[in-house]
């Protein structure tokens, strides 16, 4: 079982936008304002979409965003294109003891 | 360009030993903590160990901690992860990353990731 708790699928159609949540605690996504998402394609590795909750490093598209709420991240998708279609897992710094916890991922499913 | 290159990952026996390394090129490895993240076949990423740009601190994973021990050499810019009393539950393939800023412990995303290799540990 993954520290963070992400849904185990989502769909869109071309177009449209799908959000994909990351919940966690008071002790790692609450706690602290450095959660990250990643893009991961089947046999490749992963790619870092969003840091800092809301950051997009250099190359990123801007329909991805992302956002917080307490103990709950979330990452938007919009405008969905085929090639979005690809795992998604959350990760959020958790202080100096457990350190860093991943979500158990999401397979995007673009129709 | 800035790279990971793992290498290291094998088949062994259960309770057996390997070290995985990861070479980096094209930025200052000194200044960046480093990280291993495994991802066992068909499942989802596992943080594992990661050490601070001077070395001096050092983070594991429970499932780990006891086990295995990351390093890291300044004079060839490559990464460690010595690993023993390997079980059926380490395999998996293990990428290196690179944290996102330097001089901080504090991990805020990680930008690179090597291509991964693979471990098996079975009889």
């Known amino acids: 079982q993954s520290a963070l708790t992400q849904p185990r699928s989502v769909s869109g159609s071309p177009g449209q936008s799908v959000t994909i949540s990351c919940t966690g605690t008071?002790?790692?996504?609450?706690?602290?304002?450095?959660v990250s998402w990643y893009q991961q394609h089947p046999g490749k590795a992963p790619r870092l979409m969003i840091y800092?909750?809301?950051k997009r490093p250099s190359g990123v598209p801007d329909r991805f965003s992302g956002s917080k709420s307490a103990n709950t991240a979330s990452l938007t998708i919009s405008g969905l294109q085929a090639e979005d279609e690809a795992s998604y897992y959350c990760?959020?710094?958790?202080?100096?003891?457990?350190?860093?916890?991943f979500g158990g991922g999401t397979k995007l499913t673009v129709l | 360009e800035v790279q990971l290159v793992e290498s290291g990952g094998q088949l062994v026996q259960p309770g057996g030993s390997l070290r995985l390394s990861c070479t980096a090129s094209g930025f200052a490895f000194s200044n960046y903590a480093m990280t291993w993240v495994r991802q066992a076949p068909g499942k989802g990423l596992e943080w594992v160990s990661t050490i601070s740009g001077s070395g001096s601190s050092t983070f594991y994973a429970d499932s780990v901690k006891g086990r295995c021990t990351i390093s890291r050499d300044y004079s060839k810019n490559t990464l460690y992860l010595q690993m023993n009393s390997l079980r059926a539950e380490d395999a998996a393939v293990y990428y290196c990353?690179?944290?996102?800023?330097?001089?901080?412990?504090?991990?805020?995303?990680?930008?690179?990731w090597g291509q991964g290799t693979m471990v098996t540990v079975s009889s």
């Open positions: 990353a690179k944290a996102l800023l330097p001089g901080t412990i504090v991990i805020e995303g990680f930008d690179i």
């Open positions: 008071s002790s790692d996504v609450g706690g602290y304002n450095y």
């Open positions: 990760s959020s710094y958790a202080g100096s003891y457990t350190f860093v916890v």
């Open positions: 800092d909750v809301t």
